[in-house]
C-alpha cells in the first residue's frame, strides 16, 4: 500500500482526479468504482473539469459501491430531490460528463427483492471483466461502502443494517440541509461486499479532515479487524494508493 499526503483537501482531490483520469485515458473502456459522500466531491469536480479540457468518458463502466435501501432513482420519473445515492451521483458527477447511461450501474435500492438485485450485481460487475479502480473513502466507524463494523471481511454485495454512528455522520452531512427528520433516513442499505471491494484491481482510498484521522491509523496500522473493515486493505493483493490530507494522515505512525 502506498500513502500519500497531500497538503489540503483541494491538492487530495487534484491528485485522486488525476489517478482516475490516467486510468481513463490508458483505457478508454475501464470499469470505475465510485463511491459517494463529501470526501470524494472534491475528486468529481476536478474530473468534471478534465471532461471539459477534453476527456473523454464514453468508454467507462460506472459501478457504484452502495445505496439505501428503500430510496433510489426511479428512472421512469423526472428528476426527484431525494437523499439517494443515485441522485448523488448524477448530480456531482454523471450529468456533467459524457459517461453512456447504459453504463452505470448504481445498487437499486427500490429493487422488489433486493437479495436477487445484490447477487445479479455481483454478476453484472464480472460479465463488465471486474473493476480495474475502486474509489473509496472511509466512515467514522471505519467502514468502506456500507460494510459496517462486525461485516465480513469475504463479504459480498448484499444488504445492510447501518449502524448508529453512519446515521449520525450521514444526517450531518445530507438530511438535515435537506430538511428531512431523522427517523425518515433509511437504516439499511445494499453494499458492495469487503470481499467484492478485494477483487478490483487497484484501489484508490482517500480521507480528509482531522477527524478522520484516528480511523485512518486504525484502519492503516491497527489490527485487521472486522471491527474496521477498511483494516481490509492491509489484505489486498493488488496496487492500493491511499491519498490523505495532512490532518487525515495525522496519527500515523512512521510515515515516511
Ligand atoms: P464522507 O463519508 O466522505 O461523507 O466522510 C465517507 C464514507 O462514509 O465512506
Keep these: 500500500m502506498e500513502i500519500i499526503v497531500k497538503e489540503n483537501y483541494q491538492e487530495m482531490s ?45 468508454g467507462i463502466r460506472a459501478f457504484n459501491l452502495d445505496e439505501y435501501l428503500g430510496i433510489g432513482r426511479d428512472m421512469s420519473k423526472p428528476y426527484d430531490q431525494d437523499q439517494s445515492y443515485a441522485r448523488f451521483m448524477y448530480e456531482e458527477l454523471f450529468r456533467h460528463i459524457n459517461v453512456k447511461e447504459e453504463n452505470i450501474h448504481i445498487p437499486d435500492g427500490l429493487a422488489k427483492d433486493p437479495d436477487a438485485f445484490c447477487a445479479a450485481y455481483e454478476q453484472e460487475i464480472s460479465k463488465a471483466g471486474g473493476i480495474d479502480l475502486q474509489i473509496l473513502g472511509i466512515g467514522g466507524d471505519g467502514h468502506w ?89 492491509q489484505l489486498y493483493t493488488g496496487k492500493a494508493v491511499v491519498v490523505l490530507d495532512r490532518e487525515a494522515a495525522s496519527a500515523l505512525r512512521n510515515l515516511k
Excluded: W
Aim: proline fraction near 4%.
Design 14 to 58: 487534484l491528485y485522486t482526479a488525476e489517478m482516475v483520469a490516467d486510468l481513463v485515458r490508458r483505457k478508454p473502456d475501464c470499469v470505475i468504482g465510485f463511491a459517494t459522500g463529501r470526501t470524494p466531491v472534491g475528486t468529481y469536480q476536478e474530473l468534471i473539469r478534465l471532461h471539459k479540457a477534453g476527456l473523454d468518458f464514453s
Design 145 to 233: 461502502g456500507f460494510n459496517e463494523p462486525g461485516a465480513s471481511l469475504s463479504s459480498r454485495t448484499r444488504v445492510e443494517n447501518l449502524t448508529a454512528q453512519t446515521l449520525d455522520d450521514n444526517y450531518e452531512a445530507f438530511y438535515r440541509k435537506a430538511g428531512i427528520p431523522r427517523e425518515q433516513m433509511p437504516t439499511q442499505a445494499i453494499t458492495m461486499g469487503i470481499g467484492t471491494i478485494l477483487e478490483a484491481r487497484n484501489l484508490i482510498m482517500i480521507a480528509n479532515g482531522s477527524k478522520k484521522a484516528g480511523i485512518i491509523a486504525k484502519a492503516l496500522q491497527g489490527p485487521v479487524t472486522s471491527a474496521v473493515t477498511a483494516s481490509a486493505i
